[in-house]
């Protein structure tokens, strides 16, 4: 087997290994760099798979995270369409799918996440599709073009984006989801229904506290052909010429457990503040990181955002050239629907017991905030973006407010940054 050495190899093609590639350059980093992906694709930006790029708005350089040509010029080389299929962790060694052994001094490991696929009685009709890459945005996009009716399957942002992007590609969106209004799960059943109306009145109709029960098809036996009808739980019979399941999706540690790193309670490669895994030199960032995060009170976090996989990338760098820096970034998410609206959360909260608005739903444009015995775990905002800043503030203090600063976060004229601390 042939082989070879580089002081950096960053295993996976997505955001967080190429944002770390980039701060590693950028912070002065001169050995050899390569970043392993099995992507046909090099990095790119996923969100733009549910968005621009999947109603032809975009061309598919658009999401590219660099132009095809800035890696070269970096001294960054990209192998694509090639997977890591084995890492020896202490032996600081990985073998790739073309053969080649490679010897490396540090290692960032970032390969992401899968869908969770719905195995009910007829999953494998035709025009039933899942969506994390480019790929399946072009089959998405391709499927729908003859089709009048889709179905959404999930109550989270996938399947509201592509509610939203779909009815505005002119097709009739039904959404069926476990959740008894969108959203809610992570936002909690006012937000949500915020979030549902505003998708019912755009015209996609929603189903909910419900669920999947089997797919059937138009061929002679229902099993076959293409997909014809969604049949839930509650005895619905939706009319579908597509289907897009949007299930969540399950952090990839087949690598990592394979190389016996150790895993955390939420599923994740378990990491230090430093993004720093259980082995020396080893470290992961993105979708698959379980970190401690000092914003949390060193609680143990994994989130699969758009910006966290950035800033991850960042701070492995960081860490990898020996700087010694805690990830300190309050996660920040962000989800589009289509020209309807765009939503930005920060936190996460993971439970919260009083829910203070600022503005208000009726009026399309609010803040809301968690709260936890008092101090503020998250904050979602819909048109008052400059409100994230104060929430970032009052996040990372993690103090409770009084009943007056409570007060002023509800009071749309009050000054926030008058508030504690
Ligand atoms: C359709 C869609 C829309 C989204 N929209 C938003 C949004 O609006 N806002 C937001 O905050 N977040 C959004 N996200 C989530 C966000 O894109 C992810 O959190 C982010 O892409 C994670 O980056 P990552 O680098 O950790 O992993 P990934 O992007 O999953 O990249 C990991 C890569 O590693 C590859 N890989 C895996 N194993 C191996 C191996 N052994 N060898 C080589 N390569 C390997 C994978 O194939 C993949 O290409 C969206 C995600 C999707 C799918």
Same mark, same amino acid.
């Given at each position: ?11 996976? @093609? ?22 392993? @992906?099995?992507? %046909?694709? $090099? %990095? ?15 061309? /598919?350089?658009?999401?590219?995270? /660099? $132009? ?5 010029? &970096? ?27 490679? /010897? ?17 009685? +007829? ?5 039933? =599709? ?11 996009? *391709?499927?729908?073009? &003859? ?22 590609? @002119? ?36 189903? +909910? ?9 138009? +061929?002679?036996?229902?099993? *076959? +052909? ?14 579908? !010429? ?18 016996? #790193? ?31 995060? $000092?914003?949390?009170?060193?609680? $143990?976090?994994?989130? *699969? ?18 700087? !010694? ?22 936190? %996460? ?13 009726? @009026? ?24 994230? !800043?104060?929430?970032?503030? #009052? ?8 009943? =007056? ?9 009050? !000054? ?6």
């Amino acid at each position: 087997m042939a082989s070879r050495d580089v002081e950096y190899l960053l295993i996976g @093609g997505g955001l967080a290994s190429a944002n770390c590639a980039r701060w590693l350059r950028e912070e002065g980093a001169d050995g050899e760099i390569l970043l392993v @992906g099995r992507e %046909p694709d $090099p %990095p790119y930006n996923r969100p733009d798979c549910s968005k621009g790029y999947l109603r032809g708005e975009e061309s /598919r350089e658009e999401p590219l995270f /660099r $132009p095809n040509e800035w890696w070269a010029q &970096q001294r960054i080389e990209l192998l694509t369409r090639t997977s890591v299929t084995a890492l020896d962790a202490d032996a600081r060694t990985a073998t790739l799918s073309n053969k080649q052994e490679v /010897r490396f001094a540090q290692a960032l490991l970032a390969t992401g996440a899968n869908v969770r696929r719905l195995n009910v009685e +007829g999953c494998q009709l035709e025009q039933i =599709h899942y969506l994390r890459t480019l790929g399946n945005a072009d089959a998405i996009r *391709e499927g729908v073009a &003859q089709a009048e009716e889709v179905v959404l399957i999930g109550g989270s942002y996938i399947a509201c984006e592509l509610a939203a992007s779909l009815t505005l590609m @002119g097709k009739r969106c039904t959404l069926l989801m476990q959740e008894a209004v969108t959203l809610e799960r992570g936002f909690g059943a006012r937000a949500g229904r915020f979030f549902q109306e505003l998708l019912e009145s755009h015209g996609v109709r929603v189903h +909910g506290e419900d669920e999947l029960e089997r797919f059937e098809g138009d +061929g002679a036996k229902s099993a *076959e +052909g293409r997909v014809a009808r969604v049949l839930s739980g509650r005895g619905l019979e939706l009319p579908a !010429d597509a289907v897009v399941v949007g299930a969540g999706v399950s952090p990839d540690v087949q690598l990592a457990r394979r190389a016996g #790193l150790a895993l955390g309670e939420r599923g994740g490669v378990r990491c230090s503040s430093r993004l720093q895994s259980s082995a020396p030199g080893v470290f992961a960032a993105g979708d698959i990181c379980e970190y401690d995060s $000092p914003v949390h009170g060193g609680a $143990p976090m994994r989130i *699969e955002h758009w910006d966290v996989a950035f800033n991850h990338g960042r701070t492995a760098a960081l860490n990898m050239l020996g700087r !010694d820096v805690p990830h300190e970034t309050v996660p920040y998410f962000f989800s589009v629907f289509g020209d309807w609206g765009e939503l930005e959360y920060v936190g %996460p909260a993971r439970e919260w017991d009083e829910e203070i608005v600022r503005g208000s739903y009726e @009026g399309g444009e609010f803040t809301t905030w968690y709260l936890k015995d008092g101090a503020v775990q998250a904050a979602l905002t819909f048109g008052r973006s400059d409100d994230l !800043d104060h929430a970032r503030r #009052l996040i990372v203090s993690g103090a409770a407010l009084s009943e =007056h600063e409570r007060a002023a976060l509800g009071d749309a004229g009050s !000054d926030l940054a008058s508030l504690a601390p």
